[in-house]
């Protein structure tokens, strides 16, 4: 009967011991899954940035590029041009 009471008792404190773990790893699981939502949210960020910036370079060389055919007036209202369109399309996707 004592081996019995003996088995018991491991049984629970075993129990015990695995329903601490498990409240852990939840804890552990929620706190990476929050810290992997906001890498994913910075990723994307950077990616747009990436994208922005790209789209800025190319409109750079193509100013560079009518600079030198048309002279700086005509280039200049090209871009200035094409730079309120960007904007206008950086404040769509920010609404």
């Known amino acids: 009967m004592k081996d019995l009471i003996a088995l018991v008792s491991g049984i629970e404190y075993k129990t015990r011991q695995l329903s601490s ?10 706190a990476l899954q929050s810290h992997n939502k906001k890498l994913l949210d910075e990723n994307n960020e950077l990616k747009l940035r990436v994208k922005q910036l790209e789209y800025t370079n190319q409109i750079i060389k193509i100013a560079k590029a009518l600079e030198r055919e048309k002279g700086s007036t005509g280039a200049k209202q090209l871009v200035n041009g094409l730079l309120r369109e960007v904007d206008r399309c950086i404040g769509l996707m920010n609404d």
């Open 21 to 30: 773990q498990l409240r852990s790893f939840e804890k552990q699981i929620d």
